[in-house]
């Protein structure tokens, strides 16, 4: 709890009424209710209604993992080649080879779901 009332003390959220090491805290707070529930709930202007296009960002975030994929498989056939090179270093080229491994099995899985939302976007869109 006290993590949690530094945090909000930090923020300006609420004011500390009695000294730090007093063992009941006092605070004050700063905002109110509703305040905080018409900024959850505000939707900007012009958005209520129409449906916002994201097929060109979804496009743009495929495009940056499919950059991203490439430029960690050309990583990792240089640590490969290293490997096979160097066989002394191979203790400390593998743990590289196996996080490079994992990065690209988790990005070929996240471009896979990106392209079947593209795809979803796309087909509700033609209905």
Do not use: W
């Not at 939707?43 to 991203?68: D, M």
């Not at 400390?92 to 593209?118: G, M, Q, R, T, W």
């Amino acid at each position: 709890m006290h993590n949690h009332l530094y945090r909000l003390e930090q923020k300006q959220l609420i004011k500390r009424l009695s000294p730090k090491g007093s063992p009941n805290g006092q605070f004050e707070k700063l905002f109110s209710q509703e305040s905080t529930t018409k900024v959850l709930t505000k939707r900007p202007e012009g958005t209520s209604n129409k449906h916002i296009n994201n097929t060109s960002t979804l496009t743009s975030h495929y495009n940056a993992l499919q950059k991203h994929i490439k430029q960690l498989k050309h990583q990792f056939d240089a640590f490969k080649s290293l490997s096979d090179k160097f066989e002394s270093c191979r203790a400390i080229i593998n743990p590289k080879l196996k996080k490079l491994d994992a990065e690209l099995y988790k990005k070929s899985i996240e471009l896979n779901a990106v392209n079947e939302l593209i795809n979803e976007v796309k087909k509700r869109q033609l209905i």
